[in-house]
């Protein structure tokens, strides 16, 4: 009777470490991916041409926000939600900022993506990066 007990809690507390293993596992995975994709739309935006001309050519100008851009949610491969909604596929919010600081200044160009780990707390991966202007 004893050895079934021992064998019994030995079994859970196996179970327990496999559990938190696979847990620090995916979320190790799902902070890999916010950061691939939050690279990724930051390529995006500094890819645009911004040229003096002739003729001058803004691609960013039209982009600038006066906040934070609306929500769109991914899925690991960087693919929108048809639906425009978070479901678990489509787990990372996706949210692009991009000021002008002025003629001579740069562009800010701010990604940020929001993810949640298993717990349901929420994580943020942020980048920036000024895109300089050539006039």
């Known amino acids: 009777m004893i050895a079934l007990v021992v ?10 470490v496999q559990q938190t293993m696979f847990n620090a ?12 994709l939050a690279m990724q739309a930051l390529e995006e935006q500094l890819a645009k041409v911004v040229t003096a001309g ?3 050519v803004d691609q960013l100008a039209p982009a ?3 906040g934070w851009s609306t929500a769109v949610y991914v899925n690991a491969l960087g693919a929108a939600s048809p639906g425009g909604t978070s479901t ?3 787990r990372f919010r996706r949210q692009v900022q991009i000021t002008n600081l002025g003629v001579t200044q740069p562009y800010n160009v701010s990604v ?11 994580k943020t991966v ?6 300089y202007k050539t006039w």
Do not use: E, H, K, M
Request: hydrophobic share 40%; aromatic share 6%; proline share 6%.
């Open 7 to 16: 064998a019994s809690i030995g079994l859970l507390g196996t179970v327990a």
């Open 25 to 36: 596992t995916a979320n190790a995975g799902d902070a890999a991916i916010a950061t691939r």
């Open 54 to 56: 002739p003729p001058v």
């Open 64 to 66: 600038v926000t006066a």
């Open 88 to 90: 678990p596929d489509y």
């Open 112 to 122: 940020r993506i929001v993810y949640s780990f298993d717990t349901g707390v929420s």
């Open 126 to 131: 942020r980048l920036d990066s000024q895109r």
